[in-house]
């Protein structure tokens, strides 16, 4: 697969190639087409089948650089084997900006989403078909995400994890304190966790809005760091401390890259909505 090129702010990479791909047969969308998939033949981990990797990429790169400019690099992400990203999220828009970003980069965004996206006509079953991982919250289908994405990832494929579980509700956007499921999956497995920050995705589509703003033209901007260093926790029983001291250093990386970005000082201590007494979100 020959690495896409960037040489501005706005993509110009090429898509990657898309040879040697291989059908899988489907069940259903949701957990049970998720978990019963068959495989057959040499495929490229965690890609879908050729037809909706090539789907995508006709709809949403077109889309992405017509809505925004984009500042970021390319040659960030490993070219192959298992890796966790872990991101800050900030907008609706999310997972289709950072997945264009994954894209550009040499490999398949595979997106951890609400398992009520893929009861919904038409959305479900392409974010099915896009090897979208459904998240069973507060069921006893709880633990099935990341029991499918560890299978992903020990075949090699790159999975994108929001570590907060849903959008900031910071008063200024910064993020919040972390769900362990990173860290869990990471410590089972194995895999490289690499932290990603972006920034402008909030002002396409900013929290609580349904319709998008595009004018003026926006930036986003995404900043890769290096993989966040967990071997303190490796070989140990996975407490709930330890798994909260391991998101904590996950949260922490986040929250440095965010702050390169934007060039302030983040707040001493992540928002917990917890302890917030309400949903002080600030709407931009």
Known sequence: MSQPSEREHDVQGQAPNAAQQSERTDTAPGPAGQADRRRSGRRRPGRPPLFWE?????IIRPLSRLLLRHDWAT??????????LVANHLSWTDPVLLGHFVYNNGRWPVILAKASLFKVPVLGRIIDRLQAIPVHRGTTDATLSLKIAEERLNEGACVIIYPEGTITRDPDLWPMVGKTGAARLALATGAPVIPVAHWGAQELLPYGEKKPRLFPRKTFQVRVG???DLSAYA???????LLREATADIMAAITGLLAEIRQEKPP????????????????R
């Open 235 to 241: 070989g140990r029983p996975m407490t709930a401390s």
């Open 54 to 58: 090539i789907l995508a990429a006709l």
């Open 268 to 283: 001493a201590e992540p928002y917990d909505p917890k302890n917030a007494g309400g949903d002080r979100r600030a709407v």
């Open 226 to 228: 290096p993989p966040v």
């Open 75 to 84: 040659g960030q992400l490993p070219r192959e084997g298992g890796v966790i």
